[in-house]
């Protein structure tokens, strides 16, 4: 089982940026899929950006492409969601979540995942 750490969250205002990080113990991120996801008050948990474990393909929701950008950093065992023209509306916690062995293409579910962080939280306001 892997062991997942989020931190990075805060306050931030509208425009801005942040930049979340996901480190896993236990296990090489290699073997598993990852996703970021993020859950508004009142608000499914909903899938934002991550990528496929074995084609390695990245995908992000329609709500962040083009201002999010996941990355990772297989010798620190670490990925990253970079976040830039911050809105309002990405006020959230984050989780980052991982699957062993999980291929997926589009949006994942939240139960195709069995590791969760802790979860971070970004506020975007003025």
């Known amino acids: 089982q892997v062991q997942l750490v989020e931190s990075g969250g805060g306050l931030v205002q509208p425009g801005g940026s942040l930049r979340l990080s996901c480190a896993a113990s236990?296990?090489?991120?290699?073997?598993?899929?990852v996703g970021w996801f993020r859950q508004a008050p009142g608000k499914e948990r909903e899938f934002v950006a991550g990528?496929?474990?074995?084609?390695?393909?990245?995908f992000y929701a329609d709500s962040v492409k083009g201002r999010f950008t996941f990355s990772r950093d297989n010798a620190k065992n670490t990925v990253y969601l970079q976040m830039n023209s911050l809105k309002p509306e990405d006020t959230a916690v984050y989780y980052c979540?991982?699957?062993?062995?999980?291929?997926?293409?589009?949006?994942?579910?939240?139960?195709?995942?069995?590791?969760w962080g802790q979860g971070t939280q970004v506020t975007v306001s003025s």
């Open positions: 236990g296990r090489a991120f290699s073997d598993y899929a």
């Open positions: 979540a991982a699957a062993f062995h999980l291929y997926y293409t589009g949006s994942p579910s939240r139960t195709d995942f069995g590791s």
């Open positions: 990528f496929s474990w074995g084609s390695g393909s990245t």
